[in-house]
């Protein structure tokens, strides 16, 4: 029960629907779906599509008002999603390039809201 809320917030989330298959078989750690439906109340359905799209899709840079949301729900969110994804394996091959967009967009967010 609680794996299929994980993956239906993490869908809901991602709006990707080529991702439901892998992400069904995906087995949470301990404490992992708590964690993560958390981390999901903080991120809105459009920013996730929209950081997604950044890192996984080669999108353009995440906009300056879902950076916000991003920086508020923390970088420990942020690399639970990611991590999430990876776990596709449509999308392991490359996780080097994806990992570093994601700390990519992470500073350029974290950048935007200090300010800097």
């Not at 949470?28 to 996730?48: F, H, N």
């Not at 394996?89 to 200090?114: E, H, M």
Request: net charge negative; proline share 5%.
């Amino acid at each position: 029960m609680a794996k299929s809320t994980i993956v239906s917030s993490v869908l809901l989330l991602l709006c990707v629907v080529v991702l439901k298959p892998a992400l069904a078989a995906v087995e949470p750690a301990p404490g992992y779906d708590v964690s993560l439906e958390a981390c999901i109340k903080k991120m809105t359905q459009p920013c996730g599509l929209e950081l997604f799209h950044n890192i996984f899709h080669d999108g353009p840079d995440v906009s300056d008002s879902c950076c916000g949301i991003l920086v508020q729900m923390g970088d420990p969110c942020h690399s639970e999603f990611v991590d999430v994804v990876l776990s596709n394996d449509n999308f392991y091959a490359r996780t080097a390039d994806y990992l570093k967009r994601s700390i990519n967009a992470w500073k350029r967010c974290k950048s935007i809201v200090n300010g800097h």
